[in-house]
C-alpha cells in the first residue's frame, strides 16, 4: 500500500510561484501531479519516471518543473508564471512497478488578484 502527502498549496498573485510537495512510501515507478479544476475533469500536469524522465503537459511547458528524490521517495512540482487558469485542486499520484496507482488527498492551489 502507497501513502502519499501533499504540501504546499495556497493563494498566490497571477505571475507568482509556488511548490508542491508530496512525500510517497513504498516502491515507485513513476510519481506525477495531476490537476482538477472546478466543473472540469482531471488532467495530467507532469510525471516523472524513476530515471527522471519526465513529460509535461502543453500548457506549463517552461513555466513548472517536476523533480523527484529517490532516496526521499519524494516528488516536487516548482510552478512559475502562475495564471489564474491554473487554479485547481491539484494531486499526486504514483504508479508501481506492477501497475497500481495511488492519488494523494488534493491540495488547493488558487491564482488570484
Known amino acids: 500500500q502507497v501513502q502519499l502527502v501533499e504540501s504546499g498549496g495556497g493563494l498566490v498573485q497571477p505571475g507568482g510561484s509556488l511548490r508542491l510537495s508530496c512525500a510517497a512510501s513504498?516502491?515507485?515507478?513513476?510519481l506525477a501531479w495531476y490537476r482538477q479544476a472546478p466543473g472540469k475533469q482531471r488532467e495530467l500536469v507532469a510525471r516523472?519516471?524513476?530515471?527522471?524522465?519526465?513529460r509535461y503537459a502543453d500548457f506549463v511547458k517552461g513555466r513548472f518543473t517536476i523533480s523527484r528524490d529517490n532516496a526521499k521517495n519524494t516528488v516536487s512540482l516548482q510552478m512559475m508564471s502562475l495564471k489564474p487558469e491554473d487554479t485547481a485542486v491539484y494531486y499526486c499520484?504514483?504508479?508501481?512497478?506492477?501497475?497500481?496507482?495511488?492519488w494523494g488527498q488534493g491540495t488547493q492551489v488558487t491564482v488570484s488578484s
Open positions: 499520484n504514483a504508479a508501481t512497478w506492477n501497475g497500481d496507482t495511488y
Open positions: 513504498g516502491s515507485i515507478f513513476i
Open positions: 516523472i519516471t524513476s530515471g527522471s524522465s519526465t
